[in-house]
């Protein structure tokens, strides 16, 4: 623990005129351009929201953040230990509602573990279940978000799309807190994984009530408000969290206003299209050009298209996820004040005792004449002797509390910090490349649409291009035509001359 939070008990934290008004300080990412200089200005760069990032580290173009199924990885690329594969969406019809299941396979080579793969079924709510208990089990570590139960509002709740698209969020979910060095060994991700239907829902009946977890949200949201000393490293953290996830929020909506305005534009060029097809059949000299510009409009439509469900999918979801990501790391920094809230409580409680104490023992005995327990006819030595043995039976329970809440929050504030080191390594890395992506699906779009427009000018200026061979025949015959006319007409000129 550090010296701000005092580890004796004798005294009150020091809290002076600086320490009530910290300096603020710029929360630094501390994976980052990171460099070989191991000077700690090399190791950290400052993380301003309004800042480009610079790095020289190059990004794979071609691979998709949303494949990126297996969550966090090791520095080292080390195989994984553990494995999941969420996949086979199966609906079911019940009386009252109709829900799915998905098949859960995993494939692990830890000792813990009987077999080597497992293979079971669970719904939504199953998933759910299992983040709350690692929520409750875990409180000071980041658990990951779970997609949204109504995320995919422009697909249908059963539509293969959605249900793809739901599988693949809740594999990457599974496969994050698989690679996570302490949620990974959890019972109850154990029992996920691997017990059958029956004893899985046996188990999940000693799960913690409602009632209970609001409580305890409740009870954090109140602890936050009464700590009276929060360190500069977790204000800067909270700050940074909160311009983050607003600078998220505004590209989110940006995205589904570009998305937007793509989709009409889209139904412009579908009507669009069919125009030119139905030009072209009242125009003989015209059919080819008319043809081509019907094909060029045909492939805009469908190359456009193709970049609205590659935002939705490689884009939106990802970037979502993300701003899920910054409400859960703000649950967790609440949950860090109340841990340090509850020591602070403690020890001004130990202090107020110890003051009571000193008062007890600094006081006469003349003083304790007029006590209650001298009123009912009590020793006044042996009043004064009881409320001392009171009291410092009092300072030593709360030395103990206070101990072991000082434990606690330094426990906490070591879990906070190692997984939020874990998650800017993560989260530096996937926007990157989320962005790159997203970049290139457009320069592909667009590359396509150009390719499309350059043949269709060459075939409208007459370049390169090759007649269909009924329209050379017509064009002949045009010609001998012509020329028969011509010769008839030179014929009849020659004839009234002579």
């Not at 996570?180 to 154990?190: E, G």
Request: proline share 3%; aromatic share 8%.
């Amino acid at each position: 623990m550090s010296d701000d939070l005092q580890e004796d008990g004798q005294t009150e934290p020091r809290r002076n005129k600086t320490m009530s008004k910290p300096e603020k300080q710029k929360f630094r990412d501390p994976l980052m351009n990171t460099t070989a200089d191991d000077s700690d200005e090399a190791e950290l760069e400052s993380l301003d929201l309004d800042a480009s990032g610079k790095s020289e580290v190059s990004v794979s173009r071609s691979s998709s953040l949303i494949a990126n199924l297996s969550g966090y990885e090791d520095d080292e690329g080390e195989p994984h230990d553990m494995t999941i594969i969420v996949d086979d969406p199966e609906k079911h019809s019940g009386t009252m509602d109709s829900y799915v299941t998905f098949r859960v396979t995993l494939k692990t080579t830890r000792v813990e573990f009987e077999n080597n793969e497992y293979e079971v079924r669970r719904r939504y709510n199953d998933f759910l279940w299992l983040r709350q208990k690692l929520e409750e089990t875990y409180p000071t570590h980041l658990v990951p978000p779970m997609p949204e139960k109504h995320s995919l509002r422009r697909l249908e709740r059963f539509s293969p799309e959605f249900l793809r698209m739901r599988s693949l969020a809740l594999q990457k979910f599974l496969n994050r807190v698989a690679d996570h060095p302490v949620q990974s060994f959890d019972k109850n991700f154990h029992v996920f994984l691997t017990a059958k239907a029956w004893e899985f829902q046996a188990h999940k009946k000693q799960s913690t009530g409602l009632l209970s977890r609001v409580g305890e949200s409740i009870h954090n949201m109140s602890t936050s408000y009464m700590l009276k000393y929060r360190k500069p490293e977790f204000a800067a953290m909270q700050d940074y969290m909160l311009a983050f996830a607003e600078k998220l929020g505004s590209v989110e909506r940006i995205t589904q206003r570009i998305v937007k305005e793509q989709t009409e534009f889209h139904v412009d060029l579908q009507e669009w299209g069919p125009i030119y097809t139905l030009w072209a059949n009242s125009e003989d000299q015209l059919v080819s050009p008319l043809h081509s510009m019907a094909k060029a409009v045909e492939v805009s439509a469908n190359s456009l298209k193709e970049l609205i469900d590659g935002t939705y999918d490689n884009f939106s979801q990802p970037l979502r996820e993300y701003i899920l990501y910054a409400e859960s790391i703000k649950t967790v920094l609440r949950r860090r004040d109340a841990i340090q809230s509850e020591y602070e409580q403690t020890l001004d409680e130990l202090n107020k005792r110890k003051e009571e104490k000193e008062q007890v023992v600094n006081l006469k005995i003349s003083d304790q004449t007029y006590s209650l327990g001298a009123f009912l006819g009590k020793d006044p030595d042996e009043v004064k002797q009881n409320k001392q043995d009171k009291l410092e039976q009092m300072v030593k329970d709360l030395t103990l509390q206070m101990e072991t809440q000082n434990d606690r929050t330094a426990v906490a504030d070591s879990d906070l910090r190692a997984d939020m080191e874990r998650w800017h390594k993560n989260k530096h890395r996937d926007l990157r490349e989320l962005f790159v992506e997203w970049a290139d699906r457009n320069i592909h779009r667009y590359e396509k649409c150009l390719k499309s427009w350059e043949e269709t000018i060459k075939l409208i200026q007459g370049k390169d291009v090759v007649l269909p061979t009924c329209d050379k025949v017509k064009d002949s015959d045009k010609e001998v035509s012509l020329e028969k006319a011509e010769s008839t007409e030179t014929d009849r000129t020659e004839s009234d001359l002579s």
